[in-house]
T-cell receptor, first 112, second 114 residues
Framework: SQQGEEDPQALSIQEGENATMNCSYK?????LQWYRQNSGRGLVHLIL?????REKHSGRLRVTLDTSKKSSSLLITASRAADTASYFC????????????FGKGITLSVRP | GAGVSQSPSNKVTEKGKDVELRCDPI?????LYWYRQSLGQGLEFLIY????????KSGLPSDRFSAERTGGSVSTLTIQRTQQEDSAVYLC????????????FGDGTRLSIL
């Protein structure tokens, strides 16, 4: 069954605005990862947050994790047209044979 | 090369033909994964390799699909007797060791079955 589910499915904002994307999951996790996919390309790893972490930053990216609510958010500040892409969360379940399960993704459009 | 390389980048073939897709992972990465992505959809896990063995083949959709990995490096995904529903982008990824580590993706093979 799908572990991570992103919300919203699509987001359109103006350049310079902040973009917030959410991911919810169902079972306990070891870590949660966010990836970006530009059209026609493979996924690119953005950031990993472990289950014992609450917030992590990388450049203009800020990721939060709330294990009590089983949710994470990805915030992109001061968005640029080049941020236009699909964004996926991936959860690593904490079972003995843990693996990454990807959500269906969020399509972000940043208008110049 | 520094990244994951997949070939061919595009493949168009007739229904019923066999196709072979190739993946060159990042040198030294022991874990390798194949995924399938249909238009506008998320990733569908197909198979996971650790070294040359495949401890998880649970995502292969039918016995027409098979994959192998040799020398702990290059992997090939073979689809026999292709069907139109096999049309998708096939993505390969590798990670340094474990399944829960960040994965590095190739740009995929876009497969079209006529």
């Amino acid at each position: 069954s799908q572990q991570g589910e992103e919300d919203p499915q699509a987001l359109s904002i103006q350049e310079g605005e902040n973009a917030t994307m959410n991911c919810s999951y169902k079972t306990s996790i070891n870590n949660l990862q966010w990836y970006r996919q530009n059209s026609g390309r493979g996924l690119v790893h953005l950031i990993l947050i472990r289950s014992n972490e609450r917030e992590k930053h990388s450049g203009r990216l800020r990721v939060t994790l709330d294990t009590s609510k089983k949710s994470s958010s990805l915030l992109i500040t001061a968005s640029r047209a080049a941020d236009t892409a699909s964004y996926f969360c991936a959860t690593d379940d904490s079972g003995a044979n843990s693996k990454l399960t990807f959500g269906k993704g969020i399509t972000l459009s940043v208008r110049p | 090369g520094a990244g994951v390389s997949q070939s061919p980048s595009n493949k168009v073939t007739e229904k019923g033909k066999d196709v072979e897709l190739r993946c060159d992972p990042i040198s030294g990465h022991t874990a390798l994964y194949w995924y399938r992505q249909s238009l506008g959809q998320g990733l569908e896990f197909l198979i996971y390799f650790q070294g040359n063995s495949a401890p998880d083949k649970s995502g292969l959709p039918s016995d027409r699909f098979s994959a192998e990995r040799t020398g702990g490096s290059v992997s090939t995904l073979t689809i026999q007797r292709t069907q139109q529903e096999d049309s998708a982008v096939y993505l390969c990824a590798s990670s340094r060791t474990g399944r829960n580590q960040p994965q590095h993706f190739g740009d995929g093979t876009r497969l079209s079955i006529l």
